[in-house]
């Protein structure tokens, strides 16, 4: 089977994190998804010792001594930071050619701004790259066919039927997890791998132009991507902020040269 590229799946939060990586084959009758990988952000003290092939932990800064709390959030920023560079490197090598992210949740309890510049942080790492960002009520209809699922309906959906041996190594960051906030690692995980089935569906759409033949709920998300046409993701070109800004300035430029010919 023919390789249609590779996608990276992120969902990102202020002290936990997935992103998941797939090669994407032209199947027949959708695409063929392998080669996943996982690199995970976890607060969780017991996640640090999880080993499998298929992940990659990394500890989270959550925390600081008493006499350097007030250095805490740019402690964390300096964490996203080294993390984003990981990931950006590893989608260089890996050939990713397009990434999707969980858009934020409207009225979540955590400090907005300082979400905010976590996800800057990771996202502007990843400017070369065409970008999709998935609403959450999209992930949920992608995972578990409707958007009000829960996060463990989430998890027991497509990524299960669609990536077998990830869901398979996910389990290994539930083993002995005990509170809550240990667990946002082992949903972050499906939810990424949820966004990066999306976008592998896209990359299989755009090369064969059987749009009727994804699932409905990606139709659906395909369609509000790509704005425009009967099959949208075939219609509109795949390309990365970097090089919309770079076009930007060229048309910008050509119009000042043209204005400053009409003036002579």
């Known amino acids: 089977m023919r390789s249609l590229g590779s996608v990276i799946g992120i969902d990102a939060a202020l002290n936990h994190s997935a992103v998941v990586y797939l090669e994407v084959l032209e199947g027949t009758a959708g695409p ?8 995970i952000a976890t607060q969780s003290a017991k996640n640090w010792a999880v080993e499998h092939p298929l992940l990659e932990i990394h500890r989270a800064v959550t925390k600081l001594s008493d006499d350097l709390s007030n250095q805490l959030f740019l402690t964390k920023l300096a964490f996203w930071k080294r993390y984003s560079s990981i990931v950006a490197t590893e989608a260089k090598r890996r050939g990713v050619v397009l990434c999707g992210i969980e858009d934020f949740a409207q009225g979540a309890s955590q400090g907005a701004h300082q979400l905010g510049a976590a996800n800057a942080t990771l996202r502007s790492e990843l400017l070369a790259y065409p970008f999709r960002e998935i609403p959450i009520s999209a992930v949920k209809s992608a995972g578990a066919g409707y ?3 829960s996060k463990e309906e989430v998890s027991q959906g497509l990524v299960q039927r669609s990536i077998p041996e990830l869901a398979e190594a996910a389990e290994l960051l539930d083993i002995g997890l005990k509170n809550k906030d240990d667990r946002h690692s082992y949903y972050d995980l499906f939810d990424a791998a ?10 299989w759409v755009r090369k064969t132009g059987q749009f009727q033949d994804a699932p409905e709920k990606i139709r659906r998300e395909l369609l509000r991507v790509n704005h425009r046409g009967a099959s949208p993701a075939v219609s509109q070109e795949l390309v990365s902020p970097t090089v919309l800004l770079d076009r930007h300035f060229a048309e910008s430029e050509a119009k000042m040269a043209k204005k400053k010919g009409k003036k002579r």
């Open 32 to 39: 063929m998804l392998t080669r996943p990988f996982a690199w």
């Open 194 to 203: 949820t966004i990066a089935c999306i976008l592998a569906w896209e990359l």
């Open 147 to 149: 958007g009000g699922a």
